[in-house]
């Protein structure tokens, strides 16, 4: 197994930054954006040479995504992006009269607030809010008060995209098996980064496109639907696809087809799935456990050098994993991000704080470079 420097090479935004924005839009790799080239080409040449390549194409996607997870390919479908996979649960699911959904909506992506917010406003399930803990994490004991007897879903964040708090995800699957409510992740903010088996956490349904840490491409993702929980969830779009026999066009003959295959209503955007495909490849021979060790050293790394210029560093220890946001009393945030901006440094600016949030081919020099750039600022601002 290469060590993760070899892998340096793939990324040639490396060359002329520090790039510590993979917690927002991270750049690809040479092999993700050469799998979409070469099926571009292949298009522009001869036209569609074979269906059954394209489906294949698909499946090993879908395959290599579900070994990601921890579930069977039949259990993932594709989907344009996070919002678009978590709509699926908020549309489809056969709520009843008096459901409620518990989220912590003051703290979430957008992406996990708006659709239960939705179903609020419409009368569909009431909305219980979560107060998030001092992280902005949702900790069990804060879920265990906000699930009631009518609760249905219980939606969280993976990781928490301001702070980077990690979720104990394990533990609210616990509750959510003791109280009969289904566990509804947004999971954006860590596949792709750490580990996690779907199965042994709990978790009915994930969303996570594939733009931030698997490294692919924007426009496409996956959801993870346990097969348990598929026949209570209709597909809100649907076509030809959708069906069991979806390949015999001249016979109208409507059965879902009873796997998370009935969410992808049509033709697949067979392009950005070659290249999400490579990008889950890349993962996959990097291998995931070195991935979390690196980042998590990185961050670690970065934190200490952060601290000891007085800058006051987030999540907490407890709950810091992969991405770190810091501020400092003595510079204004803006001020913070534009200084590290013209010393080659991306990252983000995040609820009053900067987020950094590096992968596997950054290196512990760049944290060092990071630290030197906000020691420079220091200076200069005395």
């Not at 197994?1 to 790799?29: C, Q, W």
């Not at 009393?329 to 001020?335: F, H, R, T």
């Not at 609820?351 to 020099?365: C, E, F, I, K, M």
Request: proline residues 5%.
């Amino acid at each position: 197994m290469k060590p993760l420097s070899g892998y340096r090479d793939e990324f040639p935004v490396s060359r002329n930054h520090i790039f510590l924005n993979h917690a927002g839009v991270a750049p690809t790799s040479t092999r993700a954006a050469d799998a979409v080239q070469r099926f571009m080409d292949s298009l522009v040449r001869v036209g569609r040479p074979s269906f059954d390549d394209w489906e294949s194409l698909a499946s090993e996607c879908r395959e290599r995504f579900a070994r990601l997870v921890g579930c069977g390919p039949a259990e993932v479908a594709f989907v344009r992006n996070t919002s678009h996979g978590l709509s699926l649960l908020a549309s489809g699911l056969d709520w009843r009269p008096g459901d409620r959904v518990a989220a912590a909506v003051s703290v979430e992506y957008p992406s996990n607030a708006y659709p239960w917010m939705d179903l609020d406003r419409r009368g569909i399930a009431s909305l219980d809010v979560i107060p998030a803990g001092p992280d902005g994490t949702v900790t069990v004991e804060a879920a265990s008060r906000a699930v009631g007897p009518r609760t249905r879903v219980l939606a969280v964040s993976s990781a928490q995209y301001a702070s980077g708090a990690v979720t104990d995800l394990p533990a609210l699957g616990r509750l959510c098996r003791d109280r009969g409510v289904l566990l509804c992740v947004d999971g954006i903010q860590t596949v792709g980064a750490l580990p996690i088996d779907v199965k042994e956490a709990g978790i009915h349904f994930l969303s996570a496109d594939s733009h931030k840490w698997m490294l692919g491409i924007m426009g496409i993702g996956a959801v993870f639907a346990d097969r348990s929980v598929v026949d209570r969830i209709h597909p809100p779009l649907l076509g030809w696809r959708s069906t069991t026999d979806a390949f015999n066009f001249d016979r109208v003959h409507f059965e879902l087809l009873g796997d998370a295959g009935r969410y992808e209503e049509g033709s697949l955007a067979y392009p950005l799935i070659a290249g999400f495909s490579a990008a889950l490849e890349l993962l996959e021979e990097a291998g995931i456990g070195r991935i979390e060790a690196h980042a998590c050293a990185l961050v670690a790394d970065l934190a200490e050098r952060l601290e000891a210029l007085g800058c006051v560093t987030a999540p907490d220890a407890a709950c810091r994993r992969h991405i770190l946001t810091f501020r400092h009393p003595g510079l204004e945030d803006e001020v913070l991000l534009e200084g590290l901006e013209t010393a080659g440094v991306v990252a983000s600016l995040r609820r009053g704080s900067v987020r950094v949030s590096p992968h596997l081919y950054n290196t512990h020099d760049e944290m060092e470079q990071v630290a030197e750039a906000v020691r420079t600022l220091l200076a200069g601002d005395q």
